[in-house]
């Protein structure tokens, strides 16, 4: 194979290992749903691959050698299986599009799943967990089926543009990362901020919101030690997944 088009590099193989770990996290959490649901990543010095999990597997099963790695165009270039076709589509198209994103989330996690079910703005500026996606999230309010061709991966690319969170009404969320750890990050801070959301919703009293100027401010406070503390969250986990024997990395 051409030095260009190794696919065996140390840093892709270290981009293997943080994606499964992804995956094997998001299940101890309780974020997968069955064989659905799908994470991708592009691959290392190649600007026209992306890593996503084969269809037919929980996200349980998943190892850094189970990761296929996939064109633009369809193709299984490395891997056994094929991506669940939505999966397909909406990645692709969002890698493509949006060549900012380096790592691509989509589930349907339960509680940030439910604020997608409601009338309005999904998550709303109450706590200081959900300050952390102040000004970074967008919402397509327009739910239009699987997305099971190149024109409805495309709409869900425009709707993301310059968000970092979006919220699929009447469908599920997608996080957008610049590295692995930091789309990591995202989904499990985004799904803890969701759940307390609801869990105040729940006590029918008024909600109390930050005021604006706050709200700004503590979002910048967070966003500038962001990517540290996102390389060392998924750190963390990995060493979690170490001790309780989950051999992700095969």
């Not at 590099?9 to 659905?36: D, K, M, N, T, Y």
């Not at 310059?162 to 801070?189: C, P, Q, S």
């Not at 985004?190 to 100027?213: C, I, T, Y």
Request: glycine share 8%; net charge negative; proline share 5%.
């Amino acid at each position: 194979m051409p030095e260009a088009r190794r696919l065996d590099s140390p840093v892709i193989a270290q981009a293997r290992r943080e994606l499964a770990a992804c995956f094997r996290l998001a299940a101890l959490h309780g974020f997968e749903e069955g064989v659905c649901n799908h994470f991708s990543a592009m691959v290392p010095g190649h600007d026209d691959l992306f890593f996503v999990n084969p269809y037919g597997y929980a996200f349980s099963e998943i190892t850094a050698s189970r990761l296929l790695i996939c064109d633009f165009d369809g193709r299984v270039i490395d891997g056994e299986g094929e991506p669940e076709a939505t999966a397909f589509y909406i990645h692709a198209r969002v890698h493509r599009l949006l060549p900012r994103v380096k790592a691509a989330f989509h589930t349907h996690m339960p509680n940030a799943t439910a604020l997608c079910l409601l009338e309005g703005p999904p998550l709303l500026w109450l706590g200081q967990t959900a300050l952390k996606f102040y000004g970074r999230t967008a919402v397509d309010e327009h739910y239009n089926g699987l997305a099971l061709d190149d024109a409805e991966g495309d709409r869900i690319a425009a709707a993301m543009g310059d968000a970092d969170i979006l919220f699929l009404k009447n469908h599920g969320v997608m996080v957008a990362g610049a590295t692995i750890a930091e789309a990591w990050d995202d989904l499990y801070y985004l799904e803890r901020a969701a759940e307390v959301q609801l869990r105040a919703m729940s006590a029918n009293r008024p909600l109390k919101p930050v005021p604006h100027d706050i709200a700004q401010r503590t979002y910048e406070q967070m966003r500038a030690g962001d990517a540290e503390s996102a390389r060392a969250h998924l750190a963390s986990g990995m060493r979690q997944l170490r001790a309780q024997g989950i051999d992700f990395e095969a």
